[in-house]
Each structure stands twice: as C-alpha cells, then as structure tokens.
C-alpha cells in the first residue's frame, strides 16, 4: 500500500512558476514509477510526467515539455514537479500517482499506475 498526498498547489499569474510535492507512505516508494497528471474541469485525465522507480528516465507530455520537470527523492520519500512558465492552459487539479514496483519505463497512462493521491489545484491567471 502507498499513501498519497500532494501539495504546493494555488495561484499564480502566467509566466510564473509553482512547485508541487507529493509525499509518500509505504515501504515499497522507492521502487515504483511515479506519475504526475491532470484533470481541468470537462476534459480528461492529462499525463504531464513521470520518473521511473530508478530516477533514470523521465517522461513528459507535449504539453509540458521544456517547462516542468519531475524529480524524486527516495530517502525523503517525496515525488516533485517543478513548473515553469506556467500559462493559463495549464490550470487545473493536479494528481500524483504511484505504479507497480520494479517497472523498468515508467507509465504514462492512467490505467498504468495503482495509487492516487487526492489532487492539488493549480489556477494559473492571465
């Protein structure tokens, strides 16, 4: 089992920049892929990053790349996405997800990944 739960979310105008946390419980958080997504209202579940359990490969949406990045911390047991240049499209709630064990690529579906945390939201203003 893995608890979820993300934080660094709020307001911010375009251009500027945020820093989401996600803090993990269980044992098993060092070896599992780890995935951020998003969801604004009436659309669908956005994959944004992911880092494998290793830290070796990382992933990222189109949507995002060149602006976020994701990075972990195994002894603090915490997933980060750092974001910049934020814009107005970027807006919404933010998850945090945790995938199986020892997967060598980490996902970058929804269905690909086991726990969630509760979601940050992240309102970015023009």
């Known amino acids: 089992q893995v608890q979820l739960v993300e934080s660094g979310g709020g307001l911010v105008q375009a251009g500027g920049s945020l820093r989401l946390s996600c803090a993990a419980s269980?044992?098993?958080?060092?070896?599992?892929?780890m995935g951020w997504f998003r969801q604004a209202p009436g659309k669908e579940r956005e994959f944004v990053a992911a880092i494998s359990w290793s830290g070796a490969y990382t992933y990222y949406g189109d949507s995002v790349k060149g602006r976020f990045s994701i990075s972990r911390d195994n002894a603090k047991n915490t997933v980060y996405l750092q974001m910049n240049s934020l814009k107005p499209e970027d807006t919404a709630v933010y998850y945090c997800?945790?995938?199986?064990?020892?997967?060598?690529?980490?996902?970058?579906?929804?269905?690909?990944?086991?726990?969630w945390g509760q979601g940050t939201q992240v309102t970015v203003s023009s």
């Open positions: 997800a945790a995938g199986p064990p020892y997967r060598k690529y980490p996902g970058v579906r929804p269905d690909e990944y086991d726990y």
């Open positions: 269980g044992r098993t958080f060092s070896s599992c892929a």
